[in-house]
């Protein structure tokens, strides 16, 4: 059984930072993060192989977001950057076998992030 526990959201001013890091107990698969606003369906935001040899990223967060990982940590990060108001949500991140064309086996609880003045 794979377990996944985010930490690291909060409050932030528009133009802020936050790290989220997704602390992943089991074995190493591929970690993607999603998000979901009040109203809106859950949207991919970024995933990273199981190696970090490989990333992607939603449209709407490149060049403001990055993830990364250490194996070593067993932790994926999600480095935020030029936070806007519609980055606000709650981020979560998942487990699976790759970033392309497999569905999430195992979810986080979730952690909320504000972008708000």
């Known amino acids: 059984q794979l377990q996944l526990v985010e930490s690291g959201g909060g409050l932030v001013q528009p133009g802020g930072s936050l790290r989220l890091s997704c602390a992943v107990s089991?074995?190493?698969?591929?970690i993607g993060w999603f998000r979901q606003a009040p109203g809106k369906e859950r949207e991919g935001v970024s995933c990273?192989?199981?190696?970090?040899?490989?990333?992607n990223y939603a449209d709407s967060v490149k060049g403001r977001f990055t993830i990364s990982r250490d194996n070593a940590k067993n932790t994926v990060y999600l480095q935020m950057n030029s936070l806007k108001p519609e980055d606000t949500a709650v981020y979560y991140c998942?487990?699976?076998?790759?970033?392309?064309?497999?569905?999430?086996?195992?979810w986080g609880q979730g952690t909320q992030v504000t972008v708000s003045s």
């Open positions: 998942a487990a699976s076998l790759g970033c392309s064309g497999y569905p999430p086996l195992y």
């Open positions: 990273i192989s199981s190696s970090g040899g490989s990333t």
């Open positions: 089991g074995f190493t698969l591929a």
